[in-house]
T-cell receptor, first 114, second 111 residues
Framework: NAGVTQTPKFQVLKTGQSMTLQCAQD?????MYWYRQDPGMGLRLIYY???????DKGEVPNGYNVSRLNKREFSLRLESAAPSQTSVYFC?????????????FGPGTRLTVL | SQQGEEDPQALSIQEGENATMNCSYK?????LQWYRQNSGRGLVHLIL?????REKHSGRLRVTLDTSKKSSSLLITASRAADTASYFC???????????FGAGTTVTVRA
């Protein structure tokens, strides 16, 4: 099992460009999450999907959109990137019965917006 | 805003010593978890403690929870170089399984 995979690993954008970060999990988890991590800070929740077909805003959703494509895949889109979106982005999943809360994380995408 | 705050922000210890870090949170929780993050990697789940539990052990890890003080501690005994990492607490309120993370404690274990 690959667990949670994210693509790309690194990306450099210019202000105003758009891009989509991809995330996939092979653990049959119901819930998926997108976080951002800035230097010296913990993770802040951007969006989450409690189950296939649903998405909800987290703590810092402005400037982002998400799509829960199917049970396995959850993508994060930046429509018009800004330097304030320079960060490390982590995708996570959870939701196996009996262990609903433990989240499994991908390796992260390091995004720089110039 | 972030629910949890870890203390200290950074900790440097000798191999074989114990490391203790604390997490305080602001509002009532359902569960509290601790995660580890090695440099440049994703987070890895360490342990979960429920609000009706006071102490939990897993290998060299011991977690305590004091809901009256809204605080938790993570103790790593007999530390090893491989324990060098950042440690985060995360809380949930039980309604939707969303986690709120603290800013983390960076632990350095010196050989």
């Amino acid at each position: 099992n690959a667990g949670v995979t994210q693509t790309p690993k690194f990306q450099v954008l210019k202000t105003g460009q758009s891009m989509t970060l991809q995330c996939a999990q092979d653990m049959n988890h119901n819930s998926m999450y997108w976080y951002r991590q800035d230097p010296g800070m913990g993770l802040r929740l951007i969006y989450y999907s409690a189950s296939e077909g649903t998405t909800d805003k987290g703590e810092v959703p402005n400037g982002y959109n998400v799509s829960r494509l199917n049970k396995r895949e959850f993508s994060l889109r930046l429509e018009s990137a800004a330097p304030s979106q320079t960060s490390v982005y982590f995708c996570a999943s959870s939701g196996v019965a009996g262990a609903l809360l433990e989240q499994f994380f991908g390796p992260g995408t390091r995004l720089t917006v110039l | 805003s972030q629910q949890g705050e870890e203390d200290p922000q950074a900790l440097s210890i000798q191999e074989g010593e114990n490391a203790t870090m604390n997490c305080s949170y602001k509002t009532s929780i359902n569960n509290l978890q601790w995660y580890r993050q090695n440099s440049g990697r994703g987070l890895v789940h360490l342990i979960l403690i429920r609000s009706n539990e006071r102490e939990k052990h897993s290998g060299r890890l011991r977690v305590t929870l004091d809901t009256s003080k809204k605080s938790s501690s993570l103790l790593i005994t007999a530390s090893r170089a491989a324990d060098t990492a950042s440690y985060f607490c995360a809380t949930d309120k039980g309604r939707d399984y969303k986690l709120s993370f603290g800013a983390g404690t960076t632990v350095t274990v010196r050989a």
